[in-house]
C-alpha cells in the first residue's frame, strides 16, 4: 500500500537554528500538507500546496516557515529560526484531491 | 474560523461494548466530516468520513451518524475489540476549491478497550 514518508523521525536542534523537515508523498497525489501536534493538543493545519505554490496557510505558518517542493518527489518544510514553541510532532499528508488525507508517520521536533 | 468540540476526552469501555464520541462544530458551510484513528507513534488513519449530502454511514463494526442542522456529528463504534484502543479524531472540512485539505481537528478522545 503506497504510503506518505518522512525524514527525520525525531531531531533535536537548538533554538535559533534551521530545520528542514521532508516528506516524500505518495506518488499520484496533487496535493500536499503540513499538520502540526504540540504533546497533548490537537492536530493543526499548517499549509496546503498544490501546483507548485501554497494554496492556503494558518495564522501560525509566520515568515519562519517556508515549503518547497524541490524536485518531483520530495515535500519540504523549513523553519528558519526555531523557537521553543516550535517543538512538536509535523505531519505531512497528501491527496489525490476529493479524497482522503494520507497522513504520515510524523516527525518530532525537539528545540532546546 | 471553524471551532471543533469533541466529547469525551477518555473513554473506557469493556471489550464488546460499544463506544460513541461526539463532535460539534461551528460553522455551517462545512461538508466533510473525517474521523482519524491514531496509534502511538503513527500518523493519523483515516477510518470513516462523512460528506454533508448523506446523514449515516456504516463501514462493518464503525458507523458515523451527522445531524447538519444541529452541527454534530458521532462516531460509533460497536463490539469494541482492544485493538480498538488509540486515540480517535474528528475533523471538519469545507470541502471545495482549495480549501478541501484544510481540515480542523477535534482535541481527540483517548479510547481504551479492556479485555
Known amino acids: 500500500e503506497p504510503e506518505v514518508t518522512q525524514t527525520p523521525s525525531h531531531q533535536v536542534t537548538q533554538m535559533g537554528q534551521e530545520v528542514i523537515l521532508r516528506c516524500v508523498p505518495i506518488?499520484?497525489?496533487?496535493?500536499f500538507y503540513w499538520y502540526r501536534q504540540i504533546l497533548g493538543q490537537k492536530v493543526e493545519f499548517l499549509v496546503s500546496?498544490?501546483?507548485?505554490?501554497?494554496?492556503?496557510k494558518s495564522e501560525i505558518f509566520d515568515d519562519q516557515f517556508s515549503v518547497e517542493r524541490p524536485d518531483g518527489s520530495n515535500f519540504t518544510l523549513k523553519i528558519r529560526s526555531t523557537k521553543l514553541e516550535d517543538s512538536a510532532m509535523y505531519f505531512c499528508?497528501?491527496?489525490?484531491?476529493?479524497?482522503?488525507?494520507?497522513f504520515g508517520e510524523g516527525s518530532r521536533l525537539t528545540v532546546l | 474560523g471553524e471551532n471543533v468540540e469533541q466529547h469525551p476526552s477518555t473513554l473506557s469501555v469493556q471489550e464488546g461494548d460499544s463506544a460513541v464520541i461526539k463532535c460539534t462544530y461551528s460553522?455551517?458551510?462545512?461538508?466533510?466530516f473525517p474521523w482519524y484513528k491514531q496509534e502511538l507513534g503513527k500518523g493519523p488513519q483515516l477510518i470513516i468520513d462523512?460528506?454533508?449530502?448523506?446523514g449515516e454511514k456504516k463501514d462493518q463494526r464503525i458507523a458515523v451518524t451527522l445531524n447538519k442542522t444541529a452541527k454534530h456529528f458521532s462516531l460509533h463504534i460497536t463490539e469494541t475489540q482492544p485493538e480498538d484502543s488509540a486515540v480517535y479524531f474528528c475533523?471538519?472540512?469545507?470541502?471545495?476549491?482549495?480549501?478541501?485539505?484544510?481540515?480542523?481537528f477535534g482535541q481527540g478522545t483517548i479510547l481504551t478497550v479492556h479485555p
Open positions: 499528508a497528501s491527496s489525490e484531491g476529493w479524497g482522503e488525507l494520507f
Open positions: 506518488s499520484n497525489h496533487l496535493y
Open positions: 500546496f498544490y501546483n507548485n505554490e501554497i494554496s492556503e
Open positions: 460553522d455551517s458551510a462545512s461538508n466533510y
Open positions: 462523512i460528506r454533508s449530502n448523506v
Open positions: 475533523a471538519v472540512s469545507n470541502a471545495g476549491g482549495t480549501s478541501y485539505g484544510k481540515l480542523t
